[in-house]
Structure formats: C-alpha cells, structure tokens
C-alpha cells in the first residue's frame, strides 16, 4: 500500500507539559462551574467568556506568527491543548472556525492588511468567523456554488444564498466562496473552478439576512445566509480573484484532521468506559484501542501541518475513521438505553444520539472522502 | 519534540525488500502442504545480519533496534516470506540474555515453548522445523527455561501439530518429563520475563499483521485497476473506490497504532508505563482492521482472490492466524477494557499514551497462562 500517512511522532516532555497545563486549568473551571461537559461542544459550545480565558492563557491563535498578535507557537502545541479542551467537553464552538482554518487561511492568502486588522482580534477572540462555503444547491459539489459578485467602485456586492454556515447568527464574518468571475474555457471545456474567489463578509453589513435553520432536536447552530448587495470591500478579498476553488481546497487539511473528528462524543464514551460505566468491557477496549490510533494519526497530521506539508489524503483517513467511531460510540450507548431513562449519561447519549448524523456530512461527507483516499491511492 | 528517529533508514527497508521479494508462485500453495523453514534464505539472511537483527553486537548480533525489526518482520510479511525472525531473535535470544545465558551461535535459528503448568505450550511456532528450542516452562510460580535439541525434545515430550490458515508451522508441545538442566527463575523475575515475553510477542504478530494488510490493499488496487467489467476497470466505479479505501483507512489505523507501539518499544525496550496498553491498542487495531480489510479485500478481488492460484490468500490467511497468536483480538480488547476501567481517568491515558493505571490486568498472551 503506497504510504498514505506522514511519518508517526512520539510526543516529548514539552507537550506534556502543556497538556497538564490545559488539564489544570479545565479542572478549576469545572470546580468553579463555568462551564458543564458535553458532546460536540466545537459546533454546538459557543461561550464568549470561556474564549476569553483560553485566549488570555494564549491557547487562540497558538500557531499564528507573533508579529501578527499570536504566540508563534506549532501546530503540536495547538493539538495537544485543542484535544485536552475537546475530550474535556469545554464549549470552544465560538473561536474553533476562525482558529483552525480562518487562521490559517488568512496567513496563507491574506493581505498584509487582512493579516493585521483580523490576526490579532482572533487571537485575542474578539473576533469569530462561520464558514461560508455550502449553499442550497451545493453540497458535496462545492464548485457548483452560484453566490456572486458584482463589481461595483471599491468592492463587491455579494448576491446569493449561504447553507449550513453553523454559529452564523453569532458570528462577525465568514469567508464566502463566490464567483466573480464567469467560468473560463480551456480546451473547448468549460473550467468551473475558474472564476471562483474567496470574500471576507462582515455579517453585520447591510444587505444580509441571517436566518436560523433549527435541527431537529430544536439546537441553533445552522443558518441560512441571505446575501441580497452585501459589500465587501477590494481589501476583503481573500488572496487572488479567481483562485478560490484552488485557495479553498488548500485549507482541507486544517480543516478535516483534527482531533475534533474522533472526540465529539468523547464525554459520553468517557461515561460509559470508565470505573462506573457498563459497557462491555471488550467493546470499550476496542473504541479505547481506536482512538488511541486515530489519536496517532491526527497528531502525525499536525506535524506534517508544522512543516508545510499539505496531508490532504491523511486529513481524509482521519475524518472517515474519526466520524464514523464518533457515531458508532453514540449509538453503541443507544443500543443499551432504555427509554425515558434521565440522568448525566442518559441526558449525553441523547444530545449524541442526535447529533451523529452531522458527524459524516459537515466538513465534507465520508463518501467524498472516501474518493479523496482512493485517488490517494492511485484507483483515480 | 523528540528528536529520535520515528522512521527506520529508507536504505535499510530497501535492502529488505530486494532481498525478500520474489516469485510468489512457489508458495501459492503452502496453506495446504504447509511452510518449510527455507534453511538457504535462512543462512543468506544471517549472513546479511537480519537473524539477530536486535541481538546486541556483543553477542554476535546486529545491535539494532525495534524500528529496524518491525522493518523487517513487516517487509517479510509483506513479501510472504515467512521465517521465524520473530522467534529466534526478539523471543529466544532475549530470553537468553534475559536468564544470563546468551547463545553464542545467535544466527541458529530458534523458536521459543511457553509452557503451561499442566505441561503443555500451546501452537508453538516452527515446533518441529528449528534447530533449537528454548522451553520456559510454569512451575508453581517460577519459571524453568532450558535449551534443547531436537534429540533432548523427543526425550521429554511430544510433538503434535495444530492446524493453521496459512500453513505456518505451529504445534503443541507437551512434556512427559521434567525439563533436562533448566535456569530457574525466582517468581518476581517471572512474572516479569513472562510479561515481556508476551508484549515483544504480541507486537511482533501486529507487526507482521499490518504488514500484510497493507499488502492486501495493494493487491486490491492491482486487481481492480486491471479487472474490466461493464466495459471499464473496476477502479472507475465508485462503489469499488469506497471498498477499497475503507480497507486502506483501517490498514492505516492499524499502522498507526503498531508505530506508537514500536516507537514506544524502541524508546523503552516495551518496559515502559504505558508500553502494555500501546501493544493492546496496535492488537485491537490491527485484529479489528484485518475484519475489514480480508472482508473488503475478497469482495473486491471476486471469486479469483478465493483461489489458490491467487497470492490474495498469501496475506490475508496469514493475518488471520497472527491476529490469534500471543492473545486474541478480545483478549486483547478485554486487557485495554479493563485498564480502561481501573480509573477515571485512564480512558484519556489510553487515548494519549500516557501511563494508564498502577495495577494493569494481566497482560494476555501467552498460551493462556492467567
């Protein structure tokens, strides 16, 4: 099998370190009830104030340079604290998209000035950020997005309709993909991913209406994003006019293999593994064993991430693996629950339970990441 | 960031590739008439240094280290090269040197009889085919190693073999005597030469596991790249893309859990407060992930890959085999389980690597002493 994943990495002293760090710091915010555990606190956890105290400890913004107002730190140091916060449950939903990819992003394509006027405000998590990329009629095909852009002086006006953009009605911004452009021809075919470019949206401007879209069990973290001339100014476009699909594309990595791909429902599994727990002692040997080498696999990933490497295909082994045990965990409890049962773990199962479907879609879903790990290895 | 090495030196790999490679066509049978210990590959390997390939300088080895044999038990499982590397070097000699008697002749291949106290070891490999064997046999709680010859075995037991997948040599040795001249060791040092003995066995097998995983989704995109159906090769339909890569991603989660585990037993010599559980994880992966990938590699081959003339059954016959020696896939399971158990806290030690819990279960795998 051609080698998919990067080299593996034994996690030294330093890391440590910091892990006891974050975990000192988790245990007197839990003691001082700032913040109860739960599942899928990145998408649904959104705590202004719990940011606030992670940011004034540096942990926002770890790997952005310093002179950009971060801490210079690198993407192991951001790893071990962004799974530390994950398995304990903390609500990090308010500043995760801005810290893993807008970041990043912005640091890679941004302008000198874009870099200046957003860096330092995520680091201090002043600023948060949706991700405006899915619309009504693309989902797994991105490049179909129909969001446009017309030139106007200084700017742009924005018109389309933005899907799925999760925290949208607490956000400040979100990174639009967008056609300004017509798709080129090249070769007597029409190249779609030609005229595409990235538009940092300030949510508060005129022009866009924010509505929310309720999931089923009555949670408000999707919205629907109404662009009706909203205007962005020339030195809010992202990187080059017309390399969107490209620049969009090169942000997968960050964005697909964290550690918050296989710890959504680490809480729960924590409940039920552990001394007072009653899940079979095998099964929870098994999901123990599995996490420990996804642990491996996304803490591999955030080292190629150090070295510039862009682990598109690793990024996809994580996601796939890391979701699907994420749900498997929620549903393994499931099987054993009765109905109407309350209590802590009952009260977790349930949010986990209907969360699981999420789980496979966001970020791209298994099947298209599936794709992604053939062609990695060598089938397309 | 350590900045010990976590990759074994391309060079090296490179060399056990060319020298393990070859024809798979003369083997295309060995599920049935069986493996023979290959005595000519055995002496031009030695000759290389990769029979006691971690046997230290100073006994006639190599002096390498556990990245260099997982290097090698892997590219041999990949090559269906089967030899007992495993055995002789990272269990027999150890064990030597371990009771103060390392052998001065380390490229005699041995193999290593863990002997139960009803007398028996249970699927002994190569029993019967290697020059020595190194019998640690269960008294009450010490533990009586002896080396003995083919001769001294016929002596005091008796030989009888136990079927396997792939036709790899293993039986059962039972003694109808006391074991001629043995070491003994005191039950403190036992108990832990025991333990040792399981983990470097239970690692090898996952070694040698996910290395034939690995090679089993490479014959999948062979076969499928080639194999044309509905007028195009398989490769372009998406249903096939999907099978094949859910049998790489659980591939790579194994092979993600065996590096830890070998990382950790180079860095400790599996010693370690956390060595136990690494080997258990790199055991669950690797049992589980060979589910997937032998279910997944078959449906993808067809009904040519359930074939012996087809090299699909070189890799995935002897996964399963593996997968069951020095503990089960749910012994191994139940071993992490109940460590998992032991305090709250040790699900995240087990997740992360860190030092689990002061009292582990006991740790499974040898020939279900507990």
Same mark, same amino acid.
């Given at each position: 099998m051609p080698t998919l994943m990067p080299p593996p990495v034994r996690e030294g002293d330093d890391l440590l370190a910091l892990r006891q760090e974050v975990r000192a710091f988790l245990a007197e915010e839990l003691a001082a009830g700032t913040y109860r555990p739960t599942v899928d606190t990145w998408l649904s956890g959104w705590d202004r104030a719990f940011t606030t105290k992670l940011a004034e400890r540096g942990w926002?913004?770890?790997?952005?340079?310093t002179e950009y107002?971060?801490?210079? !730190?690198?993407f192991l140091e951001r790893f071990v604290v962004t799974e530390e916060l994950l398995a304990a449950g903390?609500?990090?939903?308010?500043h995760w998209i801005a810290d893993r990819q807008v970041a990043p992003t912005l640091l890679r394509f941004g302008s000198e000035q874009l870099k200046r006027t957003y860096l330092p405000r995520i680091v201090a998590g002043e600023v948060f950020f949706g991700i405006g990329m899915s619309e009504p009629d693309s989902?797994? /095909?991105?490049?179909?997005? !129909?969001?446009r852009a017309e030139r106007v002086d200084d700017g742009w006006k924005v018109y389309g309709t933005k899907l799925w953009t999760s925290g949208g009605h607490l956000a400040d911004a979100f990174i639009a993909l967008v056609r300004t452009a017509p798709p080129a021809e090249k070769d007597g075919r029409v /190249? !779609?991913?030609?005229?595409l470019s990235q538009l940092l949206v !300030?949510?508060?401007?005129?022009?866009i209406e924010i509505r929310p879209v309720i999931?089923?069990?009555?949670?408000?973290?999707f919205n629907e994003v109404l662009l009706d001339g909203a205007f962005v100014p /020339?030195?809010?476009?992202?990187?080059?006019?017309?390399e969107g699909w490209h620049q969009v594309t090169s942000e997968l990595a960050f964005e697909r293999s964290g550690p918050e791909r296989f710890l959504s429902t680490y809480q729960l599994a924590n409940a039920v593994a552990g001394p007072d727990g009653d899940l079979d002692v095998a099964e929870t040997g098994r999901i123990a064993g599995r996490l420990a080498g996804l642990h491996q696999m996304s803490l591999a990933i955030a080292a190629a991430l150090q070295r510039g490497e862009r682990p598109d295909v690793p990024a996809a082994l994580v996601k796939v693996l890391g979701t699907t045990l994420e749900g498997d965990i929620a549903d393994l409890v499931d099987l054993a629950m009765p109905a109407g049962e309350t209590g802590g773990t009952a009260a977790l199962a349930r949010r986990a339970v209907q969360q699981r479907p999420g789980f496979t879609l966001r970020g791209g879903t298994n099947e298209i990441l599936r794709g992604v790990i053939a062609r990695g290895l060598g089938m397309r | 960031m350590t900045t010990d090495p976590t990759t074994v030196d391309p060079d090296l790999r490179k060399v056990l590739r060319d020298v393990l490679d070859g024809d798979l066509h003369d083997r295309l049978g060995q599920a049935t008439t069986g493996v023979t210990l290959d005595v000519a590959l055995w002496d031009q390997l030695s000759e290389l240094g990769f029979?006691? &390939?971690?046997?230290p300088e100073e006994h006639?080895?190599?002096?390498?280290g556990w990245l260099e044999a997982a290097a090698l038990l892997g590219e041999s499982a990949a090559a269906a090269r089967h030899l007992p590397f495993a055995e002789s070097d990272l269990l027999a000699q150890w064990l030597l040197r371990e009771i103060?008697?390392?052998?001065?002749?380390?490229a005699t291949a041995r193999t290593v009889a863990i002997v139960e106290p009803s007398g028996t070891a249970r699927a002994v490999p190569w029993l019967g085919q290697v020059p020595v064997v190194v019998a640690a046999r269960r008294q009450d709680d010490t533990l009586a190693v002896a080396e003995l010859t083919p001769d001294e075995v016929a002596a005091c037991a008796t030989i009888t073999p136990v079927p396997t997948h792939s036709g790899q040599p293993r039986a059962d040795l039972t003694f109808t005597a006391d074991l001629p001249e043995a070491t003994v060791l005191d039950a403190a040092t036992a108990a832990g030469v025991l333990d040792q003995l399981a983990l470097r066995g239970a690692l090898a097998r996952a070694v040698q596991g996910v290395g034939a995983l690995d090679k089993a989704v490479d014959l999948c995109v062979e076969h499928t790249s080639v194999r044309v159906q509905f007028g195009r090769? &398989?490769?372009?339909?998406q249903a096939v893309q999907q099978l094949v890569a859910d049998a790489a991603a659980e591939a790579t989660l194994a092979r993600a859990a065996v590096d830890a585990a070998v990382l950790d037993a180079a860095a400790?010599?599996?010693?370690?407060?956390?060595s136990a559980t690494k080997v258990a994880a790199a055991r669950s992966c690797v049992g589980h992930a060979t589910s997937v990938v032998v279910r997944n590699a078959h449906q993808a081959h067809g009904?040519?890959?359930?074939?012996?003339?087809?090299?699909l059954q070189l890799f995935t016959l002897p996964a399963l085999d593996w997968r069951g020696e020095f503990g089960t896939t749910r012994d191994w399971d139940r071993f992490l389980g109940e460590t998992v158990r032991s305090h709250p806290n040790a699900l995240w030690n087990v997740v992360v690597g860190?030092?689990?819990?002061?009292?582990?279960p006991a740790v499974p795998g040898v020939g279900g002493r507990r």
């Open positions: 926002l913004g770890m790997t952005i340079p107002g971060g801490h210079g !730190r690198t903390a609500p990090v939903a308010a989902g797994s /095909d991105l490049a179909s997005v !129909r969001t /190249d !779609r991913h030609s005229g !300030r949510l508060n401007e005129p022009g999931s089923a069990n009555g949670l408000h973290h /020339d030195d809010h476009v992202v990187g080059t006019l017309g | 029979t006691a &390939l971690t046997t006639g080895g190599s002096g390498a103060g008697c390392p052998p001065d002749d380390p090769p &398989l490769t372009k339909f400790t010599g599996l010693t370690g407060p956390s009904a040519i890959g359930t074939t012996q003339e087809h090299p860190e030092p689990a819990s002061d009292a582990n």
